[in-house]
């Protein structure tokens, strides 16, 4: 079976890597998404395991259009009766670039109109359309000429984990979050510190990676097991697998915020999450934190603009610049933020910058390695 797994910018090859270890072949990293080829296992497997996926597309066809008529043509020729039947509901997820359509959603109607075409000169009857829970959700892909159908093995998007049942103004998406770790190659023998966590989002994806809580496990559902095709034993299976890898750990992770009402929410989502015995609250103003000892890492998601007065955003990003010099050095940090501006204010030279998006804002991720005293060849204003 051919495979689309859908990511954030700047996560395919972290996608890429994670599938390759899941035991996916052919895997081919593409834009936002990574292709690759398996089984029924391996599409259990990644749903439940991928900790950087948003969703898991099975392919069932693809081809070339010149018209609209080539789309409804080749509809057609889809098997539809091996993924539903007449009784099933479906809905159409269309994703247009091309010049053949000046309106996004017209295409999805024409996959619609040739779907209950197809069972209607078959059986005389046809599926109905169920937008809010359809048995099959069937993805559009057109890309110029290009037609790609696909059914949605996900559904609810593969970053709404399940334990956070309470969130921060503007919490950060648990598949970037965890990329953004996966991409500092932390690992759990290391000190991991989130001065302004928020909910918790950056701590508890480290705590579960630490621990190997397999990122599916406090999910209810899946899209695929609405299928025809669905084997609950298999899936059974593969979440016994990879549920008795999950472990104590010994790592040290702190969540700190100033806010109380923030230490609360990543308390309760600790709890969800079961890691209340490895993460730490703490409640206090970054400036007065000072590192745990060296060959730490620190995390930061700090407001970006939208969180904050203009006026006070300059001087927090120098703040944390001053900060991380003065008191973390012999650490690593890492930092998102889309305000690129306010970024100069942090006063160190970033050892690495990544381009990510969080939500519809493009941010970039940047590495600062922090060293005792001033050394100068290490610290310029960020351009």
Known sequence: MKFIAKTLFGLEKVLAEELVNLGAWDVRPGNRAVLFSGNRELLYSVNYCSRTALSVLLSVSEFRIR?????YRHSLTVDWRRLMDPDDTFSVTPVVNSPLFS???YPGLILKDAIADYFRTRTGRRPSVDVADPSLVVNLHISNDLVTISIDSS???????GYRKTASVAPLNESLAAGIIMLSRWDASATLTDP???SGTIPIEAGMIACKIPPGKFRKSYGFEKWRDFD???FESVKEKNDKKITDSQVKIIANDISSAAAEQTRSNLLNAGLTDVVKVTVSDFRDMSTTG????????????QRIKPEEIDELYSMIGTTLKHKFHGNTAWLISSNRESLKNIGLRPAKKYTLFNGPLECLLLKYELYEGSRKSHISDVT
């Open 294 to 305: 060296t060959g730490g890492f620190v995390f930061f998601n700090p407001p970006y603009g």
């Open 196 to 198: 302004m966590c928020g």
């Open 67 to 71: 018209s609209k008529d080539d789309l």
């Open 155 to 161: 559904v609810i998007p593969l970053f709404k984990r």
């Open 103 to 105: 309106h996004t959603g």
């Open 232 to 234: 609950r034993d298999l």
